[in-house]
């Protein structure tokens, strides 16, 4: 479990007329075992959406998937090697 969160919430509201858009940020610290095993199971995670990718046939959803690969591509680069 981390020992410091820092969090903004990401979401947009309406005040007034005026759209305000607000960002989440997340601060997690991991030991290098946490951050091992987080590394494993999110690669594990882009090779299943590498496949189920490839058997799709609706367009909207493998859009989804590329998105949901390039975010976990993106929390990768973040982690430790």
């Known amino acids: 479990m981390p ?6 919430k990401r979401s947009v509201m309406r005040t007034t007329g005026s759209w305000v858009a607000l960002t989440r940020v997340m601060t997690l610290d991991l030991d290098l075992k946490e951050s091992t095993v987080l590394r494993e199971i999110l690669s594990a995670q882009l090779k299943q959406l590498g ?9 909207d959803y493998r859009e ?9 591509e993106k929390v990768l680069r973040k982690l430790p090697e």
């Open 3 to 8: 020992s410091e969160a820092s969090t903004r």
């Open 51 to 59: 496949i189920e990718s490839a058997r799709t046939y609706t367009h």
């Open 64 to 72: 989804l998937l590329h998105e949901r690969t390039r975010l976990v």
